[in-house]
C-alpha cells in the first residue's frame, strides 16, 4: 500500500464507555502496561532501583514478548543509521553496551557477528556519510568512565572495497563497489533475554508479572494523600475487573500505546498509529555459502534518502546458522468508513489478521536480494514469519517518543507514555529503561524528553 493513502489508527481506550469509573482497591508504587521487552527491562529497572516499592507489569497475553518483541530480526544494531543527537541513536549505542553486559552476566545466547552494509558505486556517499557520522559520535550519557574506553571509539566502523568485502563474503555481486563494516553488530536471543528480565522481576522484594491482563480504562486521580491514575484491568473472559491507584504509571504497550493517551485527549488532538508489516523469508539455497555475517543493503536514496521507514531487505542469521531475509515494508491501515483516519475501538488489533505470512511477498524480496547477492534462487525462499512496526509517520525521520503527563496537571501523578518504540527498540531496551528510571523518574522535565 503507498504510503500516500495509509490510514492511521486514532482509536481511544474505552471510548465506547463501556467500562465505568470505579474507585481503586489498592495502591502501587509503579504500574508498567506491556510486557514486551521494553516493558519487562523498566519493570526489571524499577524493580532494582527500588526495592522496597511495589512494581507490577500486567501484558493482555499469556506470556511475554508476543507482539513486536518476538517477530524482529534479533539483531544487536551498532547504532548507524539515525541521526547522532537522537534518542534512537543515543539508546542504541548506550543499549548495545548494556545488552552485551547482560549477555554475558547472564548467560544469554549472543553472537557478535559483525555486519557488513554493501553499495553499489552510486551509493558510495551513502556509506561514506554513515562512516563519517560514526568516528564522530561520542559516548552516550550514562556510560562507564573507564580510562580504557576514553580513546576507544563508542562505533567503530571501516569503509573497505567491494574485493575486501568478496573476502569476507565470497557471494556478493561483483557490481557491490565499496562496503563499511560494523565490528559491534550481533544476535541475540531475544527469548531468553525476556526470560532473565521476568526472572528479576518476580525475584525482586517488590515486582510482580501479571498476564493474562489487559488494561480496559485510565483515569487521572487526585487527593490530598496521593495523586496517581486509576487503572482498570480485566483479566481473561471476565466481565467486570480491578481498579488500582498507580502512583507512576509507564504506558509500554508498544503497537496499542497511543490508545492509553487518546483516552486522556480530545479527539482532535489524538496521536495516529500507523502499521508497518515486515515479512521475512527463510532460505537454504544456493548463493550463500558459508555466510556468517549480517548483510544490508544501502536504503533507499532517492527522494526519502535516508530510508528512515526501512533498512531494506536484509540477511540476518540466527544463533543456529540459518538464514533468513527480510523484513520487507508493506504498510497495512485498519478498516474505515472515512480516508484518513479510523476511530473505531472494535478495530485496534485488525493488524493481528496479517500476521499470517505469505508467499505473495517473495517475489520482490528475491528481487531485492538479488542486488546484492546474485546467486540466490527464487524456489528456495520460504515464508517465515511476520512482524508489526509501530509507526508514528509514513515519512521522514520518527525519533522515539518519551512523553510525560500528570495526573493533576502539572507535577504529580506521572505517567510515562512509550512511543514508537520500533527498530532499534530490541537494542536500546536497556537504555530505555536506565533512561525512563535515571532521567525521567528521577528528575523533573517538560512534557517531552529528548
Given at each position: 500500500?503507498?504510503?500516500?493513502?495509509?490510514?492511521?489508527?486514532?482509536?481511544?481506550?474505552?471510548?465506547?464507555g463501556?467500562?465505568?469509573?470505579?474507585?481503586?482497591?489498592?495502591?502501587?508504587?509503579?504500574?508498567v502496561?506491556?510486557?514486551?521487552?521494553?516493558?519487562?527491562?523498566?519493570?526489571?529497572?524499577?524493580?532494582q532501583?527500588?526495592?522496597?516499592?511495589?512494581t507490577y507489569?500486567?501484558?493482555?497475553?499469556?506470556?511475554?514478548?508476543?507482539?513486536?518483541?518476538?517477530?524482529?530480526s534479533?539483531?544487536?544494531?551498532?547504532?548507524?543509521?539515525?541521526?547522532?543527537?537522537?534518542?534512537?541513536?543515543?539508546?542504541?549505542?548506550?543499549?548495545?553496551?548494556?545488552?552485551?553486559?547482560?549477555?554475558?552476566?547472564?548467560?544469554?545466547?549472543y553472537?557478535?557477528?559483525?555486519?557488513?552494509?554493501?553499495a553499489?558505486?552510486?551509493?558510495r556517499?551513502?556509506?561514506?556519510?554513515?562512516?563519517?557520522?560514526?568516528?564522530?559520535?561520542?559516548?552516550?550519557?550514562?556510560?562507564?568512565?573507564?580510562?580504557?574506553?576514553?580513546?576507544?571509539?563508542?562505533l567503530?566502523?571501516?569503509?573497505?572495497?567491494?574485493?575486501?568485502?568478496?573476502?569476507l563474503?565470497?557471494?556478493?555481486?561483483?557490481?557491490?563497489?565499496?562496503a563499511?563494516?560494523?565490528?559491534?553488530?550481533?544476535?541475540?536471543?531475544?527469548?531468553?533475554?525476556?526470560?532473565?528480565?521476568?526472572?528479576?522481576?518476580l525475584?525482586?522484594?517488590?515486582?510482580?508479572?501479571?498476564?493474562?491482563?489487559?488494561?480496559?480504562?485510565?483515569?487521572?486521580?487526585?487527593?490530598?494523600?496521593?495523586?496517581?491514575?486509576?487503572?482498570?484491568?480485566?483479566?481473561?473472559?471476565?466481565?467486570?475487573g480491578?481498579?488500582?491507584?498507580?502512583k507512576?504509571?509507564?504506558?509500554?504497550?508498544?503497537?496499542?500505546?497511543?490508545?492509553?493517551?487518546?483516552?486522556?485527549l480530545?479527539?482532535?488532538?489524538?496521536?495516529?498509529?500507523?502499521?508497518a508489516?515486515?515479512?521475512?523469508?527463510?532460505?537454504?539455497?544456493?548463493?550463500?555459502?558459508?555466510?556468517?555475517?549480517?548483510?544490508?543493503?544501502?536504503?533507499?536514496?532517492?527522494?526519502?534518502?535516508?530510508?528512515f521507514?526501512?533498512?531494506g531487505?536484509?540477511?540476518?542469521?540466527?544463533?543456529?546458522g540459518?538464514?533468513?531475509?527480510?523484513?520487507?515494508?508493506?504498510?497495512?491501515?485498519?478498516?474505515?468508513?472515512?480516508?484518513?483516519?479510523?476511530?473505531?475501538?472494535?478495530?485496534?488489533?485488525f493488524?493481528?489478521?496479517?500476521?499470517?505470512?505469505?508467499?505473495?511477498?517473495?517475489?520482490?524480496?528475491?528481487?531485492?536480494?538479488?542486488?546484492?547477492?546474485?546467486?540466490?534462487?527464487?524456489?528456495?525462499?520460504?515464508p517465515?514469519?511476520?512482524?508489526?512496526?509501530?509507526?508514528?509517520?509514513?515519512?521522514?525521520?520518527?525519533?522515539?517518543?518519551?512523553?510525560?503527563?500528570?495526573?493533576?496537571?502539572?507535577?504529580?501523578?506521572l505517567?510515562?507514555?512509550?512511543?514508537?518504540i520500533?527498530?532499534?527498540g530490541?537494542?536500546?531496551?536497556?537504555?530505555?529503561?536506565?533512561?525512563v528510571?535515571?532521567?525521567v523518574?528521577?528528575?523533573?522535565?517538560?512534557?517531552?524528553?529528548?
Amino acid at each position: 500500500m503507498a504510503a500516500s493513502v495509509v490510514r492511521g489508527l486514532k482509536a481511544a481506550l474505552n471510548s465506547t464507555g463501556k467500562f465505568n469509573f470505579k474507585s481503586p482497591d489498592a495502591a502501587i508504587d509503579f504500574l508498567v502496561v506491556g510486557g514486551g521487552v521494553v516493558g519487562l527491562a523498566v519493570a526489571q529497572r524499577l524493580s532494582q532501583q527500588f526495592p522496597s516499592k511495589s512494581t507490577y507489569l500486567v501484558e493482555r497475553h499469556v506470556r511475554a514478548g508476543e507482539e513486536t518483541s518476538s517477530r524482529n530480526s534479533e539483531v544487536i544494531h551498532a547504532g548507524l543509521y539515525y541521526p547522532p543527537e537522537s534518542l534512537k541513536t543515543q539508546l542504541c549505542l548506550r543499549g548495545r553496551y548494556l545488552m552485551y553486559e547482560r549477555c554475558k552476566k547472564y548467560n544469554i545466547p549472543y553472537r557478535k557477528t559483525g555486519k557488513l552494509v554493501v553499495a553499489h558505486k552510486s551509493q558510495r556517499s551513502y556509506i561514506e556519510g554513515l562512516l563519517e557520522k560514526s568516528h564522530r559520535l561520542p559516548w552516550p550519557r550514562h556510560s562507564p568512565q573507564a580510562p580504557q574506553l576514553a580513546d576507544e571509539p563508542v562505533l567503530p566502523t571501516t569503509l573497505i572495497s567491494g574485493e575486501q568485502a568478496r573476502e569476507l563474503e565470497p557471494d556478493l555481486s561483483k557490481n557491490i563497489s565499496t562496503a563499511l563494516w560494523s565490528p559491534e553488530t550481533g544476535i541475540i536471543d531475544s527469548h531468553s533475554l525476556m526470560e532473565s528480565l521476568e526472572k528479576d522481576i518476580l525475584e525482586s522484594e517488590g515486582g510482580e508479572l501479571v498476564y493474562s491482563t489487559r488494561v480496559v480504562r485510565v483515569d487521572p486521580y487526585t487527593s490530598p494523600y496521593n495523586d496517581g491514575w486509576v487503572v482498570q484491568t480485566v483479566t481473561e473472559d471476565a466481565r467486570e475487573g480491578d481498579a488500582l491507584l498507580a502512583k507512576t504509571l509507564i504506558n509500554a504497550s508498544g503497537l496499542s500505546a497511543n490508545l492509553v493517551l487518546n483516552s486522556l485527549l480530545p479527539e482532535s488532538f489524538r496521536i495516529p498509529m500507523y502499521f508497518a508489516r515486515g515479512s521475512y523469508a527463510a532460505y537454504s539455497g544456493l548463493g550463500v555459502s558459508n555466510v556468517s555475517h549480517l548483510i544490508y543493503p544501502c536504503p533507499e536514496t532517492g527522494s526519502n534518502k535516508h530510508a528512515f521507514q526501512s533498512l531494506g531487505t536484509h540477511l540476518t542469521l540466527d544463533l543456529q546458522g540459518k538464514v533468513r531475509f527480510g523484513p520487507d515494508l508493506e504498510w497495512i491501515s485498519p478498516p474505515s468508513k472515512g480516508p484518513d483516519f479510523c476511530f473505531n475501538e472494535e478495530n485496534v488489533d485488525f493488524w493481528m489478521e496479517h500476521l499470517v505470512p505469505s508467499e505473495s511477498r517473495l517475489g520482490e524480496m528475491h528481487k531485492a536480494v538479488m542486488q546484492y547477492l546474485p546467486g540466490v534462487v527464487f524456489e528456495e525462499f520460504r515464508p517465515d514469519y511476520v512482524g508489526i512496526r509501530p509507526k508514528l509517520v509514513v515519512s521522514g525521520f520518527q525519533d522515539f517518543i518519551i512523553r510525560k503527563d500528570y495526573a493533576n496537571g502539572s507535577n504529580s501523578g506521572l505517567m510515562v507514555s512509550l512511543m514508537g518504540i520500533e527498530s532499534p527498540g530490541l537494542t536500546s531496551s536497556l537504555a530505555i529503561a536506565e533512561h525512563v528510571v535515571q532521567d525521567v523518574i528521577g528528575t523533573r522535565h517538560n512534557s517531552y524528553v529528548r
